[in-house]
């Protein structure tokens, strides 16, 4: 069964240091791994999703790794400022089964200006 | 931008009731899911629906049934509310793209308390 795991649970760290979120997972079969961002009492917001033939994808200042492999993932924020505070969630999507994603309990991370 | 809309932001009912959760996309997306998120939890998957009438059970249908007339609607039910139906409710789409890859857009969520 697939599990995925987010260490740690809470971060904070000065602002304009870089910074990387973890995301491990216990099955390689996967289709891709998604990246969010909540905010507290919202929804999620899609950041990046990596398929699973790819290495990384880049959006601005956040980089997504993929390692199926090893079954990781890092979320590399740089430059990081008072306005990235939020919830980091990581989700894969599962090839067994149709479109069932398996979300971890994320990473909460301040931003202290 | 895909716009998911959760027609409640916080609702308050009563055990027993039977509750209705309503979610719209603009995106003509075919896939549209329910899940509840819960502190320690994470988000865990009700049900989901790949076309109008068509769904599929999550990892916890128990106690959940949904609706889909319409494409762009994913109606979530409580039966009888309990109050260990007490949590933030998201709802979801994405668009079809049979196992290749496509992001899913999530509204702003209900925060729903049962009493």
């Known amino acids: 069964k697939q599990e995925v795991t987010q260490i740690p649970a809470a971060l904070s760290v000065p602002e304009g240091e870089n910074l990387v979120l973890n995301c491990s997972f216990t099955?390689?079969?996967?289709?891709?791994l998604q990246w969010f961002r909540q905010d507290p009492g919202k929804g999620l917001t899609s950041l990046l999703l990596?398929?699973?033939?790819?290495r990384e994808q880049t959006s601005g200042r956040l980089n997504a790794s993929l390692d199926k492999s090893s079954g990781r993932s890092t979320l590399y924020i740089a430059a990081s400022q008072p306005g990235d505070s939020a919830t980091y969630l990581c989700?894969?999507?599962?090839?067994?089964?149709?479109?069932?994603?398996?979300f971890g309990t994320g990473t909460r991370l301040k931003v202290l200006a | 931008d895909v716009k998911v809309t959760q027609s409640s932001r916080y609702l308050v009912k009563r055990t027993g009731e039977k509750v209705f959760l309503e979610c719209v996309q603009d995106?003509?997306?075919?896939?549209m899911f329910w899940y509840r998120q819960d502190p320690g939890l994470g988000l865990r998957l009700i049900y989901f629906?790949?076309?109008?009438?068509?769904?599929e059970k999550g990892d916890i249908p128990e106690g959940y049934s949904v609706s889909r007339e319409k494409k762009e609607r994913f109606s979530l039910i409580l039966e009888s509310a309990s109050t260990n139906q007490t949590s933030m409710y998201l709802c979801?789409?994405?668009?079809?793209?049979?196992?290749?890859?496509?992001?899913?857009?999530f509204g702003d969520g209900t925060r729903l308390s049962i009493l």
């Open positions: 989700a894969v999507r599962v090839t067994s089964g149709t479109y069932k994603y398996i």
């Open positions: 995106m003509d997306h075919e896939n």
């Open positions: 629906s790949y076309d109008v009438k068509m769904k």
């Open positions: 979801a789409s994405s668009l079809f793209a049979g196992k290749s890859n496509q992001p899913q857009h």
């Open positions: 099955d390689s079969a996967i289709y891709n």
């Open positions: 990596i398929q699973s033939s790819q």
